[in-house]
């Protein structure tokens, strides 16, 4: 049915708000039985690339030389590297270092939260290695002291990453404790649940499906309404110096 014009998305100079009535997809360079909707890109004004892969059953994504993480979102899919063989379900997680050789082939239909990045050297850490987890396998500790409001790192903390991704689970009336504003910038996609995300100086209501960019300095706030928990997965670019 038409909506005359009408969608939640928006894009603003430091954020977009990107809904599922609005996604495009398109086949990324040598994914086989596969697309992509890109969620943000260097085009949209962002240092990084975020997409959702669907691929059907046999499917495999296509090359990269730089790093790249993914998350299973729904389905199985087998993830082979030089030295190693994973086979991953939802919740599980992938970091693959620049130019390292992998696969990564659906055994059934299979989405994935892809997130892919230049890699910023640092001359006083090593480079990351391969490194596949799964979320559950991974500490809930709470934000500021707030049990109500949970966050796992799914990579380490350690200076060789330069960035993080972590999921955030919000029981229902739990809110961020401050308006924060930041040098870095998110990807976030909502997994679950749903509540109000201020960007700048929009108040929005999101759900799960929805995608968010928040750019350098974008003043950002979440609380979560509904009966149920809201979660979501966010990115964001970390340990080096922003003239670096
Ligand atoms: O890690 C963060 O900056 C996180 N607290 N931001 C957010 O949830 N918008
Ligand atoms: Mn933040």
């Given at each position: 049915m038409h909506k005359l014009g009408h969608t939640r998305s928006t894009n603003q100079r430091d954020h977009l708000l990107h809904t599922p009535d609005t996604f495009v997809r398109a086949v990324l360079p040598g994914m086989e039985r596969a697309n992509a909707i890109?969620?943000?890109?260097p085009a949209g004004g962002a240092a990084f690339t975020q997409y959702t892969a669907e691929l059907e059953p046999g499917g495999s994504l296509g090359p990269t030389s730089n790093q790249r993480f993914f998350y299973v979102l729904e389905g199985v899919a087998d993830l082979a590297t030089d030295k190693t063989f994973h086979t991953l379900t939802p919740g599980s997680y992938a970091y693959i270092p620049e130019d390292a050789a992998h696969s990564l082939t659906a055994q059934q239909t299979t989405r994935l939260a892809v997130i892919e990045k230049p890699y910023e050297t640092l001359a006083s850490a090593p480079a990351p290695e391969v490194l596949v987890g799964h979320e559950e396998k991974t500490p809930s500790v709470p934000l500021n002291d707030d049990p109500d409001l949970q966050v796992r790192s799914l990579l380490p903390g350690s200076p060789s990453f330069d960035f993080a991704v972590n999921t955030m689970t919000y029981q229902p009336?739990?809110?961020?404790s401050m308006v924060e504003v930041h040098v870095m910038e998110h990807g976030l996609l909502m997994l679950e649940g749903g509540g109000i995300y201020r960007l700048g100086d929009h108040w929005y209501p999101v759900t799960a499906g929805d995608f968010i960019w928040m750019g350098p300095f974008c003043p950002q706030w979440f609380g979560a309404i509904g009966k149920r928990p809201a979660k979501y997965l966010i990115y964001k670019d970390w340990n080096r110096h922003p003239l670096a």
């Open positions: 890109v969620h943000i890109s009336g739990a809110a961020l």
